[in-house]
């Protein structure tokens, strides 16, 4: 794909992988303040969310032009709010641009006016001419041996942007800035003077009385996008820290902003960290463990995986129990609860290397049962215990966009906020041993029997003679449009089953799931017909696909 360019003063869409619940955003490009830092790593924009105050650094891969991809992003989102802020756009471009051509006929009158005054008082004598032609003379070898003195006059302060201005005035040595400083000398687009004239000059940010620049974090200004009661969607700035927000249900969230702008401002904790287990979610989360600065060792069954995280700065342990004797907290995700029990109980396993004040996060999705025996085995020889299953995808563990699950040891879950913001957008804390279990198997239930509705939709469409494409297209124009729904389609309709969540795991969830409805006498018809689907599915060798490859179980 082409790069876009994008320059300062440009609207633009932010397109998260939390759309799924979110529509998509609209941001100005703006100038950073003079003392805020850019975030390592890829390339940023600071940008500024459209009718608020919040500001942002957001990758550029994230970003797409207004104009080129209005109808596009209109197409797709159709809830009331969603219009609104397009026609709040809409009105401030009309706006914008009424100015500009009102200064543009305006100058061209004052010019006009000028001319024709100059023409009035233009000398005609010829020694009138030759006093004139001296008095310019003069004044051109005033203004060639006055130049440098020009540069840093209020003329030229009044063309460049503030961000050239810092960087002129700052005593860096000539030369080529740093690489992690290129990006923020954005070009300015032909508009941005008439922008930042009208509504658009509310966007300057400023830090108030109570966040003095000085004592606020660098990254402060970053953002929450959380879900309330009312249909709206809000943004909610939040500091580096993790925040602890109690819910009336008891139940305690850590709540991260945008990874780019969250996982740009992180302190890595001074604890050692050990990780088991590299699969499609370990992987990612071990690498932005890593890009964030902690300290890592990792372990996996398969020895050559780990190879990659080496050499990205990860220590090598030999043995589970070697890894957890070696750090202070230890995370494993693993597949199901017969590997997680034999991690910990087995040869060479994580209970060998516990010891009073050791940590242990299981961080696989299985039953309550089992993560309660497991819990209760490590505690047995001092150690402390959370469980921290997490919702996500391959593709959201890449980008430290998972949502985490935890219950357990508080003061454990506490210690581990600068993994968890690296590793998710959100982390919840459900309280005692097993309620992240339960949780997260019920989500993977609703997940699950989505995908298989998913599915039995498009092949009737299809037996019946309609359109695929079209019923996408109309599913995306409705309530339920969303990039799960999207994603997964667009999967069966290219036969593109490359796993981002593996079949015979979201089968394996909800065959979990439906032993969990079965304890409590809690009816499941709905997950127990989609278990048959996917159990079909697998029959037909589609286990290690994408849980969307359900759909070869309807047309076979």
């Known amino acids: ?84 802020a397009v026609d709040a756009v809409e009105e401030f471009l009309r706006r914008a641009k009424g100015k500009d051509q009102t200064s543009s006929h305006n100058s061209a009158d004052d010019k006009n006016r000028r001319n024709s005054s100059e023409e009035r008082s233009r000398p005609n004598s010829g020694d009138e001419k030759r006093k004139l032609s001296l008095s310019e003379g003069k004044v051109k070898k005033n203004v060639g041996e006055g130049k440098k003195r020009v540069s840093s006059g209020s003329s030229e302060r009044g063309s460049k942007s503030p961000l050239k201005r810092a960087q002129e005035q700052s005593p860096r040595k000539r030369g080529r800035p740093p690489k992690d ?25 400023q830090p108030t009385a109570s966040e003095p620049v000085k004592d606020a974090d660098p990254h402060f200004h970053h953002f929450l996008l959380s879900q309330t009661e009312k249909p709206a969607v809000c943004y909610q700035a939040i500091t580096k820290k993790l925040k602890i927000c109690e819910e009336e249900t008891g139940s305690t969230s850590i709540q991260a902003a945008d990874s780019t702008a969250v996982n740009g401002s992180i302190t890595p904790t001074d604890k050692k960290i050990g990780f088991l287990g590299l699969g499609l979610m370990g992987s990612g989360i071990v690498s932005n463990l890593l890009k964030m600065g902690h300290t890592v060792t990792v372990w996996n069954r398969t020895a050559e995986k780990c190879d990659l995280f080496i050499q990205e700065g990860a220590r090598l342990g030999r043995t589970p129990a070697e890894v957890v004797s070696t750090c202070d907290i230890t995370f494993a995700c693993v597949s199901d609860p017969k590997a997680a029990k034999d991690l910990v109980l087995g040869p060479s396993g994580v209970l060998q290397g516990i010891r009073p004040g050791k940590c242990y996060v299981d961080m696989s999705t299985v039953d309550a049962d089992t993560v309660t025996e497991l819990a209760q085995v490590i505690v047995s020889r001092g150690g402390r215990f959370l469980e921290a299953p997490v919702s996500g995808n391959q593709q959201l563990s890449n980008d430290g966009m998972l949502v985490i699950l935890a219950a357990g040891d508080r003061g454990l879950y506490e210690d581990c906020s600068s993994c968890f913001q690296a590793m998710g957008k959100t982390s919840f804390f459900l309280g005692e041993v097993g309620n992240a279990a339960k949780m997260m198997l019920i989500v993977n239930m609703v997940q699950g029997s989505f ?17 695929q494409q079209t019923l996408l297209d109309i599913l995306n124009q409705g309530q339920l449009a969303s990039i799960f729904l999207d994603q997964k389609c667009q999967n069966i309709l290219q036969g593109n089953f490359k796993p981002d969540f593996y079949l015979k795991y979201i089968q394996k969830d909800l065959r979990l799931a439906i032993a969990l409805g079965d304890a409590v006498n809690h009816p499941t018809p709905m997950a127990a017909a989609a278990n048959e689907v996917y159990k079909r599915a697998k029959a037909l060798d589609q286990s290690d696909n994408d849980m969307s490859a359900v759909y070869r179980a309807y047309i076979h």
Not at 74 to 82: A, D, E, P, V
Not at 182 to 196: A, F, R, W
Not at 451 to 467: F, H, P, R, Y
Request: glycine share 6%; proline share 6%; aromatic share 10%.
């Open 1 to 84: 794909m082409a790069a876009v360019s994008l320059r300062l003063g440009d609207l633009v869409w932010l397109l998260c992988y939390h759309q799924t619940f979110f529509p998509p955003l609209i941001l100005q490009i703006v100038n950073p303040p003079k003392d805020l830092k850019k975030p390592r790593g890829k390339k940023c924009f600071f940008v500024k969310f459209f009718g608020t105050e919040d500001h942002a650094w957001i990758k550029v891969e994230q970003l797409k032009p207004y104009h080129a991809h209005k109808e596009e992003m209109i197409k797709i989102n159709k809830g009331k709010r969603f219009q609104q």
């Open 181 to 205: 400083e290129k990006d923020l000398t954005i070009p300015e687009s032909s508009t941005v003077k008439g922008m930042m004239a009208g509504p658009m000059a509310a966007f300057k940010w």
């Open 451 to 467: 995908m298989a509705t998913i599915a039995e939709g498009l092949t009737l469409a299809q037996v019946t003679g309609q359109s």
